[in-house]
Structures are given as C-alpha cells and as structure tokens.
C-alpha cells in the first residue's frame, strides 16, 4: 500500500482537494449561503426587537434567539481572514501584505457605516454627538471601549467594534 492511499484504498484526507476550473482556490462558495442564513437572521431578531414581536409572541424567545447570526458571521470571517495568515505560516511563505489587508478592511467597514452613521445623526436624530471626543468615539468605533458612550450613536456597532478590533490584531 502506498503512502498515497489510506485503508480500503481510498485516498487519503491529507491530499488537497483542486479547486473547480473557474473559480480562486481561497473561495468558499458555500459560506455566501451561510452568509446569508446570518444576514436573514440578523434582520429578523431586529426587526423582532422593534416591533416588540420577541415579548408579545408566544414566539418571542426564539425571535430574540435570532441573533446566532452575529455569531456566525464573526465565526466566517474568523476562518476566512485567518486562514491566509496561518497557510502562509505553515507553508513558510511571508504572510500577507498587512497594508492590503488593512486597506480591504477598511474600505469594507467604515464608509457605509460612516453613511448610516450620517443618517441616524442627522436624518433620524435618534442620538446625538456633544463634541468632537464623540465624533472621534462614533466615527472610529471606539464607543465599546467607553462606559458613556457604549449604547449610544448606533447602538448595533458593537459587533463591528469587536469585529474590528480582531482585523487589527489577526496579522500580529
């Protein structure tokens, strides 16, 4: 029996599987459906929040139990932004660029937040900034790290905060 095969003669575990022709070797085309069950319950438990549907429902728990989604997209982008840092670590390549990375992260965040942002000051007015301390809380997603600000400004940022506070440690 060779090295290549395992009992039965099926091929062993440890050989890559090649990617399909057409698409990048680091897609995972099965997490957009998780991303999507994720965005559909985050919606949901929202929605059920507002509405009061998780405390006037006989529903209600499970409602209020809809935010696993938020659990799931930290658990996606965990494996999905750590995994080229710990392949190349493996495979004794460098590590990704830092600066491209920080860059896509940025780009990715900040400036639809910063629009939503704009509109619950403004549009909404549903909180209010005291100052430029707040500006600087509000708009650099900091307000986790801060006792007065922490449920203020747009109070569904502190899974962004966490979330960004693992980019900037993950390539260290």
């Known amino acids: 029996m060779s090295t290549d095969t395992a009992v039965g003669g099926l091929e062993s575990a440890a050989r890559p599987v090649p990617a399909a022709p057409g698409t ?10 998780l991303r999507a069950i994720a965005a559909s319950t985050i919606v949901l438990t929202h929605v059920a929040f507002v509405t009061r549907l998780n405390r006037m429902n006989p529903l209600g728990p499970y409602f209020a139990r809809m935010d696993i989604g938020v659990s799931v997209f ?3 982008s965990g494996f999905l932004l750590y995994r080229p840092f710990v392949l190349a670590h493996l495979q004794g390549r460098p590590q990704p660029a830092t600066r491209a990375y920080f860059r896509r992260r940025f780009l990715r965040i900040f400036p ?12 909404f007015r549903t909180s209010t900034l005291h100052g430029p301390g707040d500006a600087v809380i509000y708009f650099g997603l900091l307000q986790i790290y801060s006792r007065s600000h922490i449920t203020h400004g747009l109070t569904q940022a502190w899974s962004l905060c966490t979330e960004l506070t693992f980019y900037l440690f993950l390539p260290f």
């Not at 990048?24 to 459906?33: I, Q, T, Y």
């Open 24 to 33: 990048r070797p680091d897609h995972f085309p099965c997490f957009d459906g």
């Open 74 to 76: 930290f658990l996606i």
């Open 112 to 123: 639809a937040y910063w629009l939503v942002l704009v509109f619950v000051f403004v549009v």
